[in-house]
Every structure is written in structure tokens, then in C-alpha cells.
């Protein structure tokens, strides 16, 4: 399972350290690498965009190895049908992909392969991920994260772009999964196949890359600081970096008991 | 079943041989009625023929009325969930524990099934915690302290288990509210009480204990495993709580995993209030210090309190020193599903399919086929907001273990209105 970032922001701005069709060429013969390694191995690309995500290669229903035309093809309506969607959209892109998005589709596929088989397969997912983090994504991520670690399922990350990403860095130490930031992108072909292209199992004997400190501080919800010690709402489970009269999320009133006033608050806000 | 008949008339002896190891002596043929019920498994159809059951129709016909009722709870009370919870089990192990009619014994059951749930219980609530307390001889005894690791709870309880004597409801309520007082005000407080006995045995007056458990604003909910018993059904609803008796083991589970989820907040119950909580980073790789939990050097990865800076080995905990309670931002995420629920999908009806173009082939989270091999449609469901199709073994698993919906998550605007 790999996710492909196709954020067209991302890859035509400076930031970016290679350009999309190398990048393509490299994981295309990372992919074709993985499939030759073991007849039982499969492979499933998802293209994660700006506006929309999508299935681009399956190894199971397309050619047994991708040639480069029929990903690229693919590839190419996603990205065309992905601008559309942007068009009609007035708010031009924040700049971040909807890793989101595919998460949750690799996960219900991968719930999918499960449920078929009797084989005991060992799902992985890789995050080629560039762009940055969306602070609006984080819920949906977490959540993604948590499903992802009760099914036994590692996420690896392989970020591309020049900062570090905080949500993949948590994913992937959550999970048990790699987060590796090649120094290089030029060699990402040898990055991908020393470290991803192993199984889980001779994982192990391998002598992967340390993994950096992974910031588990929280930011509060008045100011977006990254904070120590902080306040929490015991209803809702918000952050605060002061002491509030009131909670700004769910309304309720702070020290005294909860009554039907902070409620009927609550619901003018809701709507 | 033919086959069944026909070995009847065959000589006796060969028969006892055969059933031996069976202590009730049954024949093969009363073994095929009194065991596996075989035709539970069928159902008649409109024009009266037998078909098997459709099981994963019925698993998913179950699934969605929970849902239903989940959601129908929480739309009332615009989603206010206890999320903090400070909950004692209360677990009877007087004589009545031993009977056997469940295998192998009721406090087996239902020792396996409290494992299940303080695993699922911090699974869902990882800020929540649990104590134990036993029911003996007709005394009540506190086996653990309300804390927060699974480990411990279960290892504690896997060795007291032996039953005797008698039980008794006030002495463990009496027992569970005197903890329970000591709790801050924000935190939720509850018992759920595996009640095997039926009757208890107790010192004074239980209803006056029962009151005194209803001003405290604790929530008891009472499993039985014998037969349904006024005193607890009294307690129950006194005190808001949910009163059940298990059928037999399956039943048990699905009682006692009910509770897992935190339950809606009752307004007064709890008093909102902002708690104060440290955010550790985790200390250096090859660091030396010694920890304030164990009292022992340890090497590496540990945790620093920002108020103190003495080292913890473990999150969610409370800093011994300082006595701040110390979390990583990942528990606070855990819970935040429970406060966004995903929306019910809605079922498609098989019939409203001829503009087969309208219809993608394929689930869009799992991409399996929509069609059965004679290319007719399967059951579906649909996203009510992104308007995506999903198999069924999806929608159960996006809003049991994902809580995203895949369809809402890859489109644009979704997120504004989030």
C-alpha cells in the first residue's frame, strides 16, 4: 500500500527537492522492485490530492507489474479531474494534501484484505508525503492512526519536502512504522528499497535509521501555542494555555455546575 | 440426520463406548436437537421455502439498531459525554460464582470477559480509571486502587479468583462510595457490579446505602447472572444506572463491552471544570536518571514532568512528586472520536438501481465489486454527506474502529464545514 502525495502546489513550488517525474520513475521502479521480491506480494497505489483521493494501480486487477504508461494514465485523469474539483472550489488550496482521506481508504481496503483471506498477510502502508501538515486534518488523522495501531497495521512514512511532519512522525512511532526524511532526494530509489522494501519480519535485523525525538506536546486551541502544561475542559477534552471562565468549544462554565443556560448556549453555537 | 436414525437399533454396548466421555448420556440423535439446533440456521422466505439465514445480514441489521439507539441518545442531548471516568467494578465471588452452568464456571466467564473489558475500557477512555473490589464471605475488599494500567488490574484479579460464602450488596456499595468521594468533582463516577448471587446478605439497611450512593451522584449498573433481582433493579435505577442479566457467555460479552464507551453526561452529575495537565516530552535516548515510579536508575526513553522534572516510565499517569497529571496529546485524540460521531449511512434500496450509471461498481473504501457474479447489485450503503457507496463490512468497520468517513475525508469542502 502506498500513497502517493500529488499535491500540484507542493511539487511545482521551489521547496520541492526533485521534480514529479522522477519522483514517479523512482517509486514506479520501487513498485516493480516489491512485486519481484515475492510472487504473494501486492501492491496498491492511492493518489492523495488537493481536493480529492484515488485508487491509481492495483497489482492485483491491472498488469502484474506497472508499466509506466497505465499509472501514468491513471494518474493523469486523477490529476485532471482533481483540478476540476478545484475550480468550482472558490478557496484556493491551503497548500496541504487530504492524507486524511487516503488513510481511511487504505485502511478499509486493507480491513478488506483481512476479511478475504486466509494467507495472514501483513499490511503496511507508506506515506510518500511532501506537502505540509493540515491543522484541520487532525482529528481525522488521529483517529486514522489509532485504527491503524489496533488492526497491527505499521505506517511508514517517507517525507519528501523540506520540514518534518509532526502528524506523520507521531503515525509512524504510534504504529510502530519507519519515518525516515532522506537527506538526498536524489537517491530516494536506494532510500526505498534498504529501508520499505523489506518485510516486517526481517525488519528486525536491520539497522534502520534511529528515530529523532517525536514532539508529543500539545498545542492549545486559543492561541495554536505548543504548550508544557496546560489547561483541559473535562467535558470536551480542550486546551488551554490559561485559566477561562467559560470553555470556548462546548460552552460550559467553568466551577460552578453545568445548567441550562451554558446548554442553550451551546446550541446557538452548534448551527 | 438419516444417518442418526439408522444408528439407533444397533447394539447397546458399542453405543456406550461411544458416549463415555459425555456425562449426559445422550443419544447421537438427541445430541443433534439438544446441541447444535440446526434449524435455528434456516428461516422461511415470502413464499415458504427454507433458506439459510443470511448471516451477514443479520450481523449488519444488528449493528445498525445500536447505532440507531447510539445516535438517537446522543442527538437528544447534543453529544455531552462523561470522558473522564472514575469507575469501580465490583465483582461478586460468594458461593452462587461457582455454579456451573455456564463452563466452567461463572467466575471463569466472567474473570475472561472482565479482561476483554479493562482492555477495551482504556482502549476508549484512556484518561478514565478502574479499581477492583471482590465480594467474599460476605465482606466487601478493595483488590486494586482506582489506577490506570491494564496490566495490573488483571494481574491482580487472575490471582484472587476462588470463590466462597456469601455476598453483599451495602457492604460493597458502602465500600465503593467511600472511595469514590475522594475524587475530584469533574470526574464521572461509576460501579458496575457482576452480581452472581441471588440474595444479599448485609449489615443494615441497604436502602439507606442506596441513597446515600444516590446524593454521591454515583452511576451503578448491575450484570446478573442468575435471574433478575428487585434490590438491584431498585439500585439501578435509582442511581441512572443499567440493570441486565446475561443469558449465557455471548451475552455476557455484549452486556458487559456496552459499558466500554463513555456513557452520555447526565448535566449535574459531573461539574465542568478546567484540569490541569503537563504535556511531558520524552527524555534523550543513553540518558541515566533515575525514576520516580519504580525508585530505580533507568537507561533511555522515560518521560520528564515540566513541573517537576522527575522522570515517569509510562503515560497517562500522575506525577508522583508534584502530583500533576500527565498526559501525550495522542490520549487527548483517542477520545475526541466519541465527541464526532460519523453520521449513520443510509441504506440503498436494492430496487432503485436500473440507472446502473449512477451506480459505481465499486465500495469506495474498499474498491470490492458491488455486483453479485450474476451482475445484480448487493446491499449498499450510502454517505449521507459525500454521497459515496460502501459495502457493508465497511460501514461497520469505518464506524465501530475508523470514525472517518473515507468519502467526507478526500473532499475539499468537507472540511470547511467541519
Given amino acids: 500500500m502506498v500513497l502517493i502525495d500529488t499535491n500540484p502546489l507542493f511539487w511545482s513550488s521551489t521547496a520541492a527537492p526533485l521534480s514529479f517525474s522522477k519522483f514517479l520513475s523512482q517509486v514506479l521502479s520501487f513498485v516493480n522492485s516489491?512485486?519481484?521480491l515475492n510472487q504473494l506480494n501486492q501492491v496498491m497505489v492511492i493518489a492523495t490530492g488537493l481536493n480529492s483521493c484515488d485508487y491509481i494501480y492495483d497489482s492485483l486487477s491491472g498488469p502484474t507489474t506497472p508499466t509506466f504508461e497505465t499509472l501514468l494514465q491513471k494518474l493523469e485523469d486523477f490529476v485532471v479531474k482533481d483540478e476540476e474539483l478545484n475550480k468550482d472550489d472558490s478557496v484556493d488550496g491551503i497548500g496541504s494534501s487530504l492524507l486524511s482521506g487516503s488513510l481511511s481508504m487504505a485502511l478499509c481496503y486493507i480491513q478488506r484484505v483481512f476479511r478475504s483471506g486466509s494467507l495472514h498477510p501483513h499490511p503496511r502502508i507508506l506515506c510518500?508525503?511532501?506537502?505540509?501538515?493540515?491543522?484541520?486534518?487532525?482529528?481525522?488523522?488521529?483517529?486514522?492512526?489509532?485504527s491503524a495501531q489496533r488492526s497491527m497495521v505499521p505506517i511508514d512514512s517517507c517525507v519528501i519536502g523540506s520540514q518534518h511532519s509532526a502528524f506523520l512522525q507521531q503515525a509512524s512511532y504510534i504504529t510502530g512504522g519507519v519515518y525516515l526524511k532522506p537527506q538526498q532526494p536524489d537517491g530516494l530509489f536506494q532510500y526505498l528499497t534498504t529501508v520499505f522494501a523489506t518485510d516486517l519480519h526481517s525488519r528486525s535485523y536491520l539497522h534502520l535509521p534511529k528515530p529523532v525525538g517525536v514532539d508529543f506536546r500539545a498545542s492549545c486551541f486559543c492561541h495554536k501555542n505548543t504548550i508544557d502544561m496546560g489547561y483541559i475542559c473535562s467535558v470536551c477534552l480542550s486546551i488551554f494555555c490559561k485559566h477561562h471562565k467559560k470553555c470556548s468549544t462546548c460552552g460550559s462554565a467553568f466551577g460552578q455546575p453545568q445548567t441550562n443556560v451554558s446548554m442553550s448556549d451551546q446550541k446557538k453555537k452548534a448551527p | 440426520m438419516s444417518n442418526n436414525g439408522k444408528r439407533k437399533p444397533v447394539n447397546e454396548e458399542e453405543d456406550d463406548d461411544e458416549?463415555?466421555?459425555?456425562?449426559?448420556?445422550?443419544?447421537?440423535?438427541?445430541?443433534?436437537?439438544?446441541?447444535?439446533?440446526?434449524?435455528?440456521?434456516?428461516?422461511?422466505?415470502?413464499?415458504?421455502?427454507?433458506?439459510p439465514i443470511d448471516n451477514q445480514a443479520l450481523h449488519?441489521?444488528?449493528?445498525?439498531?445500536?447505532?440507531?439507539?447510539?445516535?438517537?441518545?446522543?442527538?437528544?442531548?447534543?453529544?455531552?459525554?462523561?470522558?473522564?471516568?472514575?469507575?469501580?467494578?465490583?465483582?461478586?465471588?460468594?458461593?452462587?460464582?461457582?455454579?456451573?452452568?455456564?463452563?466452567?464456571?461463572?467466575?471463569?466467564?466472567?474473570?475472561?470477559?472482565?479482561?476483554?473489558?479493562i482492555r477495551e475500557f482504556f482502549d476508549q477512555n484512556p484518561l478514565s480509571q478502574i479499581g477492583l473490589v471482590v465480594i467474599k464471605d460476605g465482606v466487601a475488599q478493595c483488590l486494586t486502587d482506582l489506577g490506570g494500567s491494564p496490566e495490573?488490574?488483571?494481574?491482580?484479579?487472575?490471582?484472587?479468583?476462588?470463590?466462597?460464602?456469601?455476598?453483599?450488596?451495602?457492604?460493597?456499595?458502602?465500600?465503593?462510595?467511600?472511595?469514590?468521594?475522594q475524587i475530584p468533582s469533574y470526574g464521572h463516577r461509576e460501579v458496575i457490579i457482576l452480581y452472581s448471587a441471588l440474595s444479599t446478605c448485609d449489615p443494615g439497611d441497604v436502602m439507606e446505602t442506596i441513597q446515600k450512593c444516590k446524593k454521591s451522584k454515583i452511576r451503578c449498573s448491575v450484570i446478573g447472572l442468575s435471574a433478575e433481582i428487585y434490590i438491584c433493579k431498585y439500585l439501578c435505577q435509582e442511581t441512572g444506572g443499567l440493570y441486565s442479566v446475561a443469558l449465557d457467555e455471548a451475552h455476557l460479552k455484549d452486556l458487559i463491552l456496552e459499558h466500554a464507551p463513555p456513557p452520555p453526561a447526565i448535566a449535574e452529575f459531573a461539574i465542568a471544570n478546567l484540569i490541569k495537565m503537563g504535556f511531558p516530552q520524552r527524555a534523550a535516548e543513553g540518558v541515566i536518571s533515575i525514576c520516580s515510579c519504580h525508585k530505580e536508575a533507568k537507561f533511555g526513553g522515560g518521560y520528564i514532568c515540566p513541573r517537576c522534572k522527575a522522570r515517569v516510565c509510562e503515560l497517562p499517569t500522575e506525577c508522583r512528586?508534584?502530583?500533576?497529571?500527565?498526559?501525550?496529546?495522542?490520549?487527548?485524540?483517542?477520545?475526541?472520536?466519541?465527541?464526532?460521531?460519523?453520521?449513520?449511512?443510509?441504506?440503498?434500496?436494492?430496487?432503485?438501481?436500473?440507472?446502473?450509471?449512477?451506480?459505481?461498481?465499486?465500495?469506495?473504501?474498499?474498491?470490492?465489486?458491488?455486483?453479485?457474479?450474476?451482475?445484480?447489485?448487493?446491499?449498499?450503503?450510502?454517505?449521507?454527506?459525500?454521497?459515496?457507496?460502501?459495502?457493508?463490512?465497511?460501514?461497520?468497520?469505518?464506524?465501530?474502529?475508523?470514525?472517518?468517513?473515507?468519502?467526507?475525508?478526500?473532499?475539499?469542502?468537507?472540511?470547511?464545514?467541519?
Fill in chain 1, 34 to 36: 516489491i512485486l519481484l
Fill in chain 1, 128 to 146: 510518500m508525503h511532501g506537502s505540509q501538515d493540515g491543522s484541520g486534518q487532525y482529528v481525522a488523522i488521529m483517529n486514522s492512526i489509532f
Fill in chain 2, 152 to 181: 495490573s488490574h488483571i494481574k491482580a484479579l487472575m490471582g484472587k479468583l476462588g470463590c466462597s460464602g456469601e455476598a453483599s450488596l451495602q457492604n460493597a456499595l458502602e465500600l465503593v462510595h467511600e472511595q469514590l468521594n
Fill in chain 2, 19 to 51: 458416549e463415555d466421555g459425555n456425562e449426559r448420556d445422550l443419544e447421537a440423535w438427541e445430541k443433534a436437537y439438544a446441541d447444535e439446533r440446526s434449524w435455528e440456521s434456516l428461516q422461511e422466505d415470502e413464499s415458504g421455502l427454507l433458506r
Fill in chain 2, 60 to 117: 449488519h441489521a444488528q449493528y445498525r439498531r445500536r447505532l440507531r439507539s447510539l445516535s438517537s441518545a446522543s442527538a437528544a442531548s447534543r453529544i455531552q459525554k462523561g470522558l473522564i471516568r472514575y469507575l469501580y467494578l465490583v465483582i461478586d465471588l460468594s458461593k452462587a460464582a461457582g455454579e456451573m452452568d455456564l463452563r466452567p464456571s461463572r467466575m471463569v466467564v466472567v474473570a475472561k470477559q472482565v479482561e476483554a473489558f
Fill in chain 2, 321 to 418: 512528586i508534584c502530583g500533576l497529571t500527565l498526559v501525550s496529546s495522542p490520549h487527548l485524540a483517542r477520545s475526541y472520536h466519541h465527541l464526532f460521531p460519523v453520521t449513520p449511512f443510509d441504506d440503498v434500496a436494492p430496487m432503485l438501481v436500473p440507472n446502473q450509471h449512477r451506480r459505481p461498481k465499486s465500495c469506495f473504501g474498499c474498491q470490492q465489486s458491488l455486483l453479485n457474479p450474476g451482475n445484480m447489485p448487493v446491499r449498499c450503503v450510502t454517505c449521507p454527506k459525500c454521497k459515496q457507496f460502501f459495502c457493508l463490512d465497511c460501514d461497520i468497520y469505518i464506524h465501530e474502529s475508523l470514525h472517518n468517513c473515507p468519502g467526507c475525508e478526500s473532499l475539499r469542502d468537507s472540511k470547511s464545514v467541519n
